[in-house]
């Protein structure tokens, strides 16, 4: 593993969703998470197996399930949280549940992306 002070230029670069290559790239071609199938700066592909963008998934729902947990021990000492009914509570847990999963999603598959690239860089396959 290669590490040192490129670490938070790769995850800052990741939050911006470009090409963990060039940096310069775009990631994905729509919205939430459509992925283009290479950089169109550099041409790094940015599928190297299928079903690769399963981790971008799984980090999407661990941090999901961290912040609405997280929430959730929050509203517990809020007064009154306990005097919803329970049908509105379950729609405001699926409704935040969701937009954090979109919210998310573009960050964590570019992390994956990027994280990958830094522990295992390959290269791009017409250099230009
Ligand atoms: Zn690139």
Redesign the pocket.
Known sequence: MRGGPNFYKLLLNALHCR?P?????RVFRGWPNRVLPR?P????SYFRESGYYLGGMIITYILTAFIVLGVYVASLALPGAGSFSENLAFAFWACLAISLTLLLMRPAYSLWLSLDFWMDPWQ?DEPK
Do not use: V
């Open positions: 090409c290559n060039c940096r310069q790239g950089c700066h550099c041409g790094l791009p």
